[in-house]
């Protein structure tokens, strides 16, 4: 039985950002707009919009302001601007959904240069919640999305972190990743009652700081 389904990434990040100590682990969130998107790009100077409905990094755009320039990234063609107006424009032919979000832009720690995430997958079995799997998934050559079916390759999360970060870090942030999976697990299942399976999506930043980008119901 593989529980409720919810496609719509908004109402899963808004229900984690419920608990204080969750949202410290949540890049800044928005829906897409001209208005969100420049004020977050002069913030951070990163951002990553995504559709709200979606996995497998479709439609996934990396989004970049240094130095007066604009630019994006889509697979792994980059697009540069001089002003926010004809990127946006451009953006918005590229967009492959109607509604978006824009999401705080992390620098991953990498592996060669190649950035890698992690997927921790849970699913509840006679009552209980149990853990499947954790894995690292490492982009491909050239591109900034780690999606397997992308070409990412799959590495167990201790060799990732162990690669990413130093061997020592590995045990602390493996255990870290699942107290938070046990937090957001509770939050989750008390707001969405019904659910049978997650898919959390987590990042570490270059300092070792765990990000969570996403919440899957439907876990591949």
Same mark, same amino acid.
């Given at each position: 039985?593989?529980?409720?389904?919810?496609?719509?990434?908004?109402?899963?990040?808004?229900?984690?950002?419920?608990?204080? =100590?969750?949202?410290?682990?949540?890049?800044? !969130?928005?829906?897409?707009?001209?208005?969100?998107?420049?004020?977050?790009?002069?913030?951070?100077?990163?951002?990553?919009?995504?559709?709200?409905?979606?996995?497998?990094?479709?439609?996934?755009?990396?989004?970049?302001?240094?130095?007066?320039?604009?630019? &994006?990234? &889509?697979?792994?063609? #980059?697009? /540069?601007?001089?002003?926010?107006?004809?990127?946006?424009?451009?953006?918005?032919?590229?967009?492959?959904?109607?509604?978006?979000?824009?999401?705080?832009?992390?620098?991953?720690?990498?592996?060669?240069?190649?950035?890698i995430d992690y997927r921790v997958k849970v699913v509840k079995e006679n009552g209980a919640w149990v853990y499947r799997s954790m894995v690292g998934r490492l982009a491909r050559p050239g591109l900034f999305v780690t999606n397997l079916c992308k070409g990412g390759t799959m590495l167990s999360a201790r060799e990732g972190l162990g690669r990413s970060?130093?061997?020592?870090?590995?045990?602390?942030?493996?255990?870290?990743? #699942?107290?938070? !999976? /046990?937090?957001?697990?509770?939050?989750?299942?008390?707001?969405?009652?019904?659910?049978?399976?997650?898919?959390?999506?987590?990042?570490? =930043?270059?300092?070792?700081?765990?990000?969570?980008?996403?919440? /899957?119901?439907?876990?591949?």
């Amino acid at each position: 039985m593989a529980g409720r389904q919810l496609a719509n990434k908004w109402l899963k990040t808004e229900a984690l950002l419920s608990n204080a =100590d969750v949202a410290a682990h949540i890049p800044q !969130t928005r829906l897409y707009s001209a208005d969100s998107l420049r004020s977050m790009l002069h913030q951070f100077g990163m951002v990553v919009i995504k559709p709200l409905r979606g996995g497998g990094g479709y439609g996934v755009i990396k989004v970049t302001y240094a130095g007066g320039v604009y630019g &994006y990234t &889509y697979m792994s063609r #980059r697009h /540069n601007f001089g002003s926010f107006e004809a990127m946006f424009r451009s953006l918005n032919r590229v967009k492959v959904g109607r509604r978006y979000m824009i999401q705080q832009g992390i620098h991953l720690a990498r592996i060669s240069g190649r950035p890698i995430d992690y997927r921790v997958k849970v699913v509840k079995e006679n009552g209980a919640w149990v853990y499947r799997s954790m894995v690292g998934r490492l982009a491909r050559p050239g591109l900034f999305v780690t999606n397997l079916c992308k070409g990412g390759t799959m590495l167990s999360a201790r060799e990732g972190l162990g690669r990413s970060l130093s061997r020592r870090a590995s045990g602390r942030k493996r255990r870290e990743m #699942r107290s938070l !999976t /046990n937090t957001c697990v509770q939050i989750l299942e008390s707001r969405f009652p019904g659910i049978g399976q997650l898919g959390f999506d987590y990042g570490v =930043d270059r300092s070792g700081k765990i990000w969570i980008f996403e919440v /899957n119901t439907r876990p591949q």
